[in-house]
């Protein structure tokens, strides 16, 4: 019988150190400048997600200017449409992942080009024949077409084109890609012309991906949970559980139990838990609500004692911190939320509703406007990158 590896036991601060230095938010500029580093980003994270939502600039550019201060938005296009360092696909939603890792899609690809998507069951042969027939003459958006007759919505998000849904369809079985986007306007390509392929690579073994699913939330996360290395994705957990196993009994993870935590098991590797004494740093991040850091809901309460909401959705006279709450991280707490909005006409970022949280508000006199100035001097830059370009 393999020998027992005991558990080390963590406050609630320590493994919240070692998430930030593993999401790089500890470093000025941890991936440098320019499109290259929109790529290493990319990489290091794992995934960016996309959201249409843009009350403020849309997330995936927030979450990208997070860690590249410098971060332009052509950036982000030069790496998809010229470098193609970068490419759309769903992970927990939709999102940017490194080129590199295109080979663990195939198979969820290969499925919908089976199964179909449950989404887009209402694709008709024609609709499909249509859209392909169109784009082996060139890349297109659902802009170039302008013939379609509008059918009825099937579920909120839903298109009532049905050149858009065999667009979508064409795009999760793989057949397609989106080569470039303006604002959420996307530009849908063969994904063997785009690529410049005369074939695809590889697609990735079961057990590939699995290992795939633990390390990107290893390198990411730095102390993971089944949960949070299968964020929305039960089918993989059984998988995932058996590598953590193997892992652990041959010493290559370290059971981690956290402070609050109850029975929720996480582990890490061992040299990830060399640095828990040191003290992490001082930065001000004002963080999208679609941030690696604060995705995981549970997971973000857990580690910061910060439980965000995402109202959105919420009736105005429910809302706690208002439509659209950014988490104010300064140094290693989370103290504050605010409600932004740009006022793309007047040029102006507007401060809708301000709530302290946590030690933000627990400061009291001299401490919560030295606080108070720090957060305003970041929110200048911020401004300035939504105004930009």
């Known amino acids: 019988m393999a020998r027992a590896i005991p558990s080390v036991h963590l406050t609630q601060v320590q493994p919240r150190r070692i998430w930030l230095r593993a999401q790089r938010l500890d470093e000025e500029t941890p991936f440098g400048a320019g499109p290259e580093a929109v790529a290493a980003a990319v990489a290091h994270l794992g995934y960016v997600q996309i959201d249409t939502i843009n009350v403020i600039e849309r997330c995936h550019h927030h979450i990208l200017f997070t860690r590249i201060p410098a971060y332009r938005r052509a950036d982000l296009r030069q790496a998809q449409s010229v470098d193609k360092s970068v490419f759309e696909y769903w992970t927990h939603a939709l999102a940017y992942v490194p080129m590199h890792d295109f080979r663990f899609f195939l198979p969820a690809m290969r499925r919908h080009r089976r199964d179909g998507h449950r989404w887009l069951n209402s694709v008709k042969p024609e609709d499909m024949r249509k859209v392909m027939r169109l784009i082996r003459q060139g890349a297109l958006t659902i802009r170039d077409i302008e013939d379609d007759v509008l059918t009825e919505k099937e579920h909120l998000w839903a298109s009532r084109k049905p050149s858009k849904r065999a667009l979508q369809l064409g795009f999760y079985q793989g057949t397609l890609t989106i080569s470039g986007r303006e604002g959420m306007l996307k530009t849908y390509d063969l994904t063997s012309r785009h690529f410049g392929w005369d074939k695809p690579p590889k697609p990735a073994t079961q057990a590939e991906i699995t290992a795939y699913l633990l390390d990107r939330a290893l390198r990411a996360q730095g102390v993971v949970s089944l949960d949070s290395a299968c964020h929305l994705d039960a089918p ?147 401004e300035r990158f939504q105004l930009r370009d």
């Open 236 to 382: 993989a957990k059984p998988g995932v559980r058996r590598l953590i196993e193997a892992r652990q009994r041959r010493g290559e993870l370290v059971p981690v139990d956290i402070e609050g935590a109850g029975k929720l098991q996480h582990w890490a590797r061992p040299e990830m838990l060399d640095r828990i004494g040191e003290l992490g740093s001082d930065r001000v991040h004002i963080l999208s609500p679609f941030d690696p850091l604060i995705i995981q809901r549970k997971r973000t309460e857990l580690f910061f004692d910060y439980a965000h909401r995402f109202e959105a959705y919420v009736p105005k006279e429910k809302r706690q911190f208002g439509y659209f709450a950014l988490p104010v991280l300064v140094g290693e707490d989370i103290v504050a939320a605010l409600d932004l909005k740009t006022d793309r006409q007047k040029r102006k970022l507007l401060m809708q509703k301000w709530s302290w949280v946590g030690s933000g508000k627990a400061a009291r006199g001299e401490a919560r406007k030295a606080l108070k100035r720090r957060i305003e001097e970041e929110l200048h830059r911020f």
